[in-house]
């Protein structure tokens, strides 16, 4: 059985390798996917709220190569934000560690008492 991150590489080659089928495969897709795609459309409107563009999105995911910039998952991944005013755009997380991060109010001393108390106990 082949990982996902095994997956998400095979997908990016064959589209590579397939860009007129790619191409006419994405617009099927958006023709029998319109409410999906106004969802996604409204998405990057609140995005754009948190300080993000497509192209920063983009440049992001190139640069963690589609992967969590924390556990490195390859997943559908959340794009976080300082939580300041205005935000500030930080990096691509998955929703796990995007939610473990703000539940923790972003504070790098709980984080470490969190991994510190962790490690406590898994040493035991």
Not at 78 to 83: E, I, S, Y
Not at 109 to 112: E, P, Q, S, V
């Given at each position: 059985m082949r990982t996902q991150r095994e997956n998400s590489e095979r997908t990016a080659k064959?589209?590579?390798e397939n860009p007129e089928k790619n191409k006419a495969s994405r617009h099927a897709w958006y023709l029998a996917n319109k409410e999906v795609q106004k969802r996604l459309s409204d998405a990057w409107r609140r995005l754009t709220k948190y300080g993000w563009t497509e192209?920063?999105?983009n440049e992001k995911l190139l640069e963690q190569k589609q992967a969590c910039a924390i556990?490195?998952?390859v997943v559908v991944l959340?794009?976080?934000?300082?939580?300041v005013v205005p935000p500030l755009p930080r990096g691509l997380l998955c929703h796990r560690c995007n939610v473990?991060?703000?539940k923790l109010q972003d504070d790098p001393?709980?984080?470490?008492k969190?991994?510190?108390y962790i490690e406590?106990?898994?040493s035991e």
């Open positions: 064959w589209r590579k192209e920063r999105y556990c490195g998952m959340c794009a976080d934000h300082k939580h473990g991060i703000g001393a709980l984080l470490r969190a991994a510190e406590k106990y898994n």
